[in-house]
């Protein structure tokens, strides 16, 4: 079982930036996939970033060149730092956590971008 807690949400003006952070239960340098999804309303969850464990990572196209996902694996923590946020970027974030056996949310973090 792999608890995941997200914090650094909140309101930011266009432009600005948020770093947000999952804290992860357990060893997460074992975890093959941890990852980042997000949810506006009325619309499916979707991909944002992942870190895999080999050290690659990989990016939604709309958010490649201005958010960066980090592993922190001495801290159990995974970190997504969002610069030039835009109107679109406003959602309930997500860290994800995808193991050789099962798959794992945390309780998702409020971004809203507004000027």
């Known amino acids: 079982q792999v608890r995941l807690v997200e914090s650094g949400g909140g309101l930011v003006q266009p432009g600005g930036s948020l770093r947000l952070s999952c804290a992860a239960s357990?060893?997460?340098?074992?975890?093959?996939?941890m990852g980042w999804y997000r949810q506006a309303p009325g619309n499916q969850r979707e991909f944002v970033a992942r870190?895999?464990?080999?050290?690659?990572?990989d990016y939604a196209d709309s958010v490649e060149g201005r958010f960066t996902i980090s592993r922190n694996n001495a801290k159990n923590e995974v970190i997504l730092q969002m610069n030039s946020l835009n109107l679109e970027d406003t959602a309930v974030y997500y860290c994800?956590?995808?193991?050789?056996?099962?798959?794992?949310w945390g309780q998702g973090t409020q971004v809203t971008v507004s000027s």
């Open positions: 994800h956590a995808h193991t050789f056996a099962d798959s794992y």
């Open positions: 870190s895999m464990s080999n050290g690659n990572m």
């Open positions: 357990g060893d997460i340098s074992r975890i093959p996939i």
